[in-house]
């Protein structure tokens, strides 16, 4: 195994700075004296503990000391908190990054002149923090393009980096923000050794096997190179120290290579260097061979997803060589997508088909494990008569072919629904619910009903419904079944009859005149006789009653239109467009005698009458023909006495009839 390290690893210049200024003071300093840093020194606690073990004390708040002395770290705090420390009389040892000091003197400057500062980093980074406080803390933080977009039209706008951020984030963020103000003055404060230490890191990345990242898990620095790492290499690690190496899936690189963060110091380094070397040692390799299990064909066992292709998935089982799963060895599924339900690291359970393929390579299958731990699982579910979900994987003669389990199985065509089923291929790619009717190991047979959780679903439905009737309730339905004596309505899986009788306050000479099929309706229970399964509805009872509407419309001496409905000797009856009932007296048909109605009506005339009396006790309406004849003839003469009293004639009625006699 060949070892390369990236031209520009390790401690940068302001990294390399801090260290010697801490180290200097505590050389320097009494042994009375306490000397602490505000936060951790820099982002490896391997170095954090060496300084610890020094006397170096770190504390997160200035207020948790009240002399001594305090380092400021490389990465810089805010004036204010610089103002506060100074005003507790502590002494300072600066060992901000020259770097980070003259960000925050453009961003100080800039904020002055009245530009809106802009950040591209991590918000919660102390660096990003310190940065934001020489601008009174104003200034907008975005690490992605989405908050990029977000940003509000200024006038002025000035842009900076964290220092580490990369190369191509700052550019693609920096154009976006370019186009959101008029003056826009954007400064790439990258650090130089952080761009050289990515571009070394890159151009390593694309020529070796894998990648070592040596470095705090929470530097940003770091965690910068492993994302360059992971875009030109698929296998990347990274570790704090030595001790963290994976030699067994190491050793199998033919190239490494090797980085590391601007907090990492040599002998770090220097370790997991000489750990990489040690693996060619024959101790190691030995070590590392008697980790590995012993495997028998046909026994089930557990490994690694190493990759996942197109014909193959590979798995590590700790064995001197790796097992594939042959991609017809992975699903009984022919649909199902692996590549994306399987992906690299997944922990997977595997059945052992050989051993030794004649090329040395382990022939797995995830197919035969499904099998085993299906028959399994439908035993139990077969004894407890429990309901499974089956997908459907096709249509086939009398049936569809079903997967339930991981298993195949079968639903015959007469056991998919309680309705007939005509086109089956509606059912491809469906998940339904369904009982085992028989399963028969040793004959592979595994026979499904979906009618019968259906069918159980329906008596559980009706059950529940049946629960919830209550004579008086008014329900939706929907008319299923029109016949002469009235219509039949779907009221939840349970139907209702509306009698003929019940459809309508007005008389119906067929249940069509009032509904459709698949006609929706609301209706009220009227009775429930549970024994014989019969409810009776009516549609009428959720409408208002013909005399309430008449009566709230109508009063005495209102002119109404209805037809004749009926002749006796006594008057007729007429029907009003409210659908009530009024009866001409043969005294009030004409202003002439007549000796029988029909002399002036007949069934089916529609007419005009007047409304003479409404007896809302005994709900009867009197109604007067002749009151409208009188009521014209009134109006007739009222018109011909105003025209002579315009001519100032001293006229009556009765002069006239005289006169024309």
């Known amino acids: 195994m060949k070892i390369y390290i990236a031209d520009h690893a390790g401690f940068c210049f302001g990294v390399k700075r801090a260290i010697e200024i801490a180290e200097n003071a505590l050389e320097q300093s009494k042994s009375e004296e306490e000397i602490y840093s505000l936060g951790p020194l820099v982002h490896n606690p391997q170095v954090v503990e060496k300084f610890n073990e020094k006397g170096l004390k770190v504390i997160d708040n200035p207020d948790q000391v009240d002399k001594g002395k305090v380092i400021i770290r490389s990465h810089g705090i805010s004036g204010m908190l610089q103002n506060k420390l100074e005003s507790q009389n502590l002494e300072l040892i600066d060992t901000t990054c020259p770097y980070v000091k003259s960000v925050h003197k453009k961003v100080k400057d800039f904020h002055k002149n009245g530009y809106k500062i802009v950040i591209i980093g991590d918000r919660n980074h102390p660096e990003v923090i310190g940065i934001n406080g020489w601008c009174n803390n104003e200034a907008i933080i975005i690490n992605s393009e989405e908050e990029a977009a977000n940003i509000p039209d200024y006038d002025k706008i000035c842009v900076v980096s964290q220092t580490t951020n990369t190369q191509e984030k700052f550019n693609k963020l920096s154009n976006m923000i370019s186009h959101k103000g008029k003056d826009v003055e954007i400064f790439n404060t990258i650090c130089n050794a952080t761009n050289q230490r990515q571009l070394a890191c890159e151009e390593l990345a694309k020529k070796v096997d894998a990648m070592i990242v040596i470095g705090g898990y929470h530097s940003s620095n770091t965690n910068k190179l492993v994302e360059v790492s992971k875009r030109h290499c698929s296998n990347v690690y990274h570790i704090e120290t030595h001790d963290e190496l994976n030699l067994e899936e190491i050793s199998k690189f033919n190239s490494v290579g090797l980085t590391a963060g601007a907090s990492t110091p040599d002998w770090i380094i220097k370790e997991v260097v000489k750990t990489l070397e040690n693996i060619n040692d024959n101790k190691m390799m030995e070590a590392i061979e008697n980790t590995m299990r012993n495997i028998r064909s046909g026994e089930i066992i557990k490994g690694k997803v190493i990759s996942v292709s197109e014909d193959e998935i590979i798995v590590n089982i700790n064995y001197k060589s790796d097992g594939v799963i042959p991609k017809e060895e992975i699903s009984n599924d022919s649909t199902f997508d692996y590549r994306s339900a399987y992906k690299v690291g997944d922990e997977i359970e595997v059945y052992v088909l050989k051993k030794n393929d004649g090329d040395g390579n382990v022939i797995?299958?995830?197919?035969?494990?499904?099998?085993?731990?299906?028959?399994?699982?439908?035993?139990?579910?077969?004894?407890?008569?429990?309901?499974?979900?089956?997908?459907?994987?096709?249509?086939?003669?009398?049936?569809?072919?079903?997967?339930?389990?991981?298993?195949?199985?079968?639903?015959?065509?007469?056991?998919?629904?309680?309705?007939?089923?005509?086109d089956l291929s509606q059912y491809k790619g469906r998940v339904l619910n369904a009982r085992i009717?028989?399963?028969?190991?040793?004959?592979?047979?595994?026979?499904?009903?979906?009618?019968?959780?259906?069918?159980?679903?329906?008596?559980?439905?009706?059950?529940?419904?049946?629960?919830?009737?209550?004579?008086?309730?008014?329900?939706?339905?929907?008319?299923?079944?029109?016949?002469?004596?009235?219509?039949?309505?779907?009221?939840?899986?349970?139907?209702?009859?509306?009698?003929?009788?019940?459809?309508?306050?007005?008389?119906?000479?067929?249940?069509?005149?009032?509904?459709?099929?698949?006609?929706?309706?609301?209706?009220?229970?009227?009775?429930?006789?549970?024994?014989?399964?019969r409810i009776s509805l009516g549609l009428k009872h959720t409408l208002p009653k013909p005399w309430d509407i008449f009566v709230e419309k109508r009063k005495v001496g209102d002119i109404v239109t209805g037809k004749v409905i009926k002749i006796v000797n006594y008057g007729a009856f007429v029907r009003l467009e409210e659908g009530v009932d009024g009866l001409i007296h043969i005294s009030q048909i004409s202003t002439e005698h007549i000796s029988n109605p029909s002399e002036k009506l007949k069934v089916g005339d529609t007419i005009q009458a007047m409304i003479i009396n409404i007896d809302e006790k005994e709900q009867k309406i009197g109604l007067s023909t002749k009151a409208i004849e009188q009521k014209k003839a009134k109006e007739l003469e009222d018109k011909i006495m105003e025209g002579y009293n315009k001519q100032n004639l001293d006229v009556t009625i009765e002069d006239l009839i005289n006169k024309n006699r």
């Open 364 to 422: 797995l299958s995830r197919k035969m494990v499904e099998n085993i731990r299906g028959w399994d699982e439908l035993e139990r579910i077969y004894k407890e008569k429990e309901v499974v979900e089956c997908k459907t994987i096709d249509e086939v003669k009398g049936g569809l072919s079903v997967l339930v389990k991981g298993m195949k199985g079968f639903i015959p065509a007469s056991q998919i629904s309680v309705k007939y089923v005509d």
């Open 437 to 533: 009717i028989e399963l028969n190991k040793k004959k592979n047979r595994i026979i499904l009903s979906s009618k019968e959780v259906e069918k159980e679903n329906i008596a559980r439905e009706r059950e529940k419904l049946w629960d919830n009737l209550e004579v008086g309730k008014i329900i939706e339905g929907e008319v299923k079944r029109i016949a002469d004596f009235g219509a039949f309505v779907d009221i939840g899986g349970v139907d209702g009859l509306i009698h003929i009788s019940d459809l309508s306050w007005e008389r119906v000479n067929h249940p069509s005149e009032v509904l459709s099929i698949g006609e929706k309706v609301k209706v009220q229970i009227l009775n429930i006789d549970s024994e014989k399964n």
